[in-house]
């Protein structure tokens, strides 16, 4: 019996020793393919341009193919100045389990409420920036904190630059259990209508077999290495499909369903933001994308009897006086972010979701 054991495992041993041996050998003689650029090749991206001499802020996911890097300190992206706590998120501390005096508010989006460029800051200057700045999370929080200075507040922006909505209920999944929010915001919308080859829920499919297949793909520098030098060779490509949104209309809708029924299951309770973007001139077809998910979002609020929130000067209809309020056609100033934590603020009071600080 025994001399049959070892006769069945040795030659398991010495695959094992041997495939080891090849990601040592691939690890130590060949310059470093991180997963990320594994990630958004498949998402149909070009490879991150980070130099290497800075920080990188993202790294890749099998799940939601990017995140935010944890412990980043003062990066500079895309003239954004950025840090992470240990948890990946662009927040000042270190978020535990939600004690019982705490009021926690989880935003979550995409590079809107992120902070696409706030604070702004040029990478030639890396110190000269407005440390006071902030994206709408922060600053609802600060509002909050002023109207109820006996209170511990939290406003946790769970939000990465190019998320779809499709990520961002896969991020929220994963994340409302240990943060055990009191409320949650939601705001997807430009991502959503971004013209793709295939869809979200197709390239991140989340089945069991494929994101395995995805995990172990990127954790092997052995397999990265072999798939990229394999795709690198010249061979003749299949036609692709034509473009259309990453996300449809209605798994737009459906997106946000889920997250809103997510939120509600764990006592949460929850505020929907129409998708900001500053006018129809600049790029016709994609203001009439988003103009079309906007109001199919607002009138499937007003079905379910969901609260949603409107802001119509960071919107197509107010395109002739609101350009202070935007850095660019689709992210809003500091000033818009400014006027998104008003409202939102107002919101959240009109609907009765902040009771237990008044209380």
């Known amino acids: 019996m025994r001399s049959t054991v070892r006769s069945a495992i040795l030659p398991i041993v010495v695959f094992a020793c041997l495939l080891l041996g090849i990601e040592l050998g691939v690890r130590a003689l060949r310059p470093h393919f991180a997963s990320r ?3 958004l090749s ?19 996911d099998p799940v939601r193919f990017w995140r935010l890097r944890p412990n980043v300190d003062h990066a500079i992206w895309d003239f954004t100045v950025v840090s992470t706590n240990a948890q990946g998120l ?10 019982p005096d705490v009021f926690r508010i989880v935003c979550v989006g995409d590079s809107v409420t992120f902070g696409y460029r706030i604070p702004l800051v040029f990478p030639d200057v890396p110190d000269q920036y407005d440390r006071n700045d902030a994206p709408y999370p922060g600053r609802l929080e600060r509002l909050l904190r ?5 209170r511990e507040i939290e406003v946790v922006a769970l939000a990465v630059p190019g998320y779809s909505s499709y990520q961002g209920r896969l991020l929220l999944e994963q994340s409302i259990g240990w943060l055990a929010p009191d409320v949650v915001v939601i705001c997807f919308g430009f991502n959503d209508v971004a013209m793709k080859h295939f869809p979200d829920k197709q390239v991140m499919s989340p089945g069991w077999v494929d994101t395995t297949l995805r995990r172990v793909m990127s954790s092997s520098q052995a397999l990265l290495q072999t798939w990229h030098w394999w795709n690198g060779r010249p061979h003749a490509q299949a036609p692709l499909p034509a473009p259309a949104p990453r996300v449809s209309r209605a798994d737009y809708g459906a997106n946000i369903t889920a997250m809103i029924e997510l939120a509600h299951a764990h006592g949460a309770g929850v505020l929907v933001v129409g998708p900001v973007y500053r006018d129809s001139k600049t790029n016709p077809p994609e203001a009439l994308r988003m103009a079309s998910y906007r109001s199919s979002l607002r009138d499937l609020m007003r079905l379910e009897k969901v ?7 960071l919107t197509e209809a107010h395109q002739d006086d609101n350009a202070k309020l935007f850095g660019e056609n689709i992210h809003p100033s500091s000033i818009g972010h400014e ?3 008003e409202r939102i603020r107002d919101a959240l009071r009109e609907n009765g979701m902040l009771g237990k600080l008044a209380g």
Request: proline residues 17%.
């Open 307 to 313: 609260p949603y929130v409107q802001i119509d000067e």
């Open 37 to 39: 650029d594994f990630f």
């Open 42 to 60: 498949l998402f149909g991206d070009p490879p991150d341009a980070t130099p290497q001499t800075q920080q990188p802020l993202f790294e890749g």
């Open 90 to 99: 662009r927040y000042a501390k270190d978020i535990g389990p939600k004690p």
């Open 339 to 341: 006027l998104m934590a």
């Open 146 to 150: 002023d109207a109820y200075p006996d």
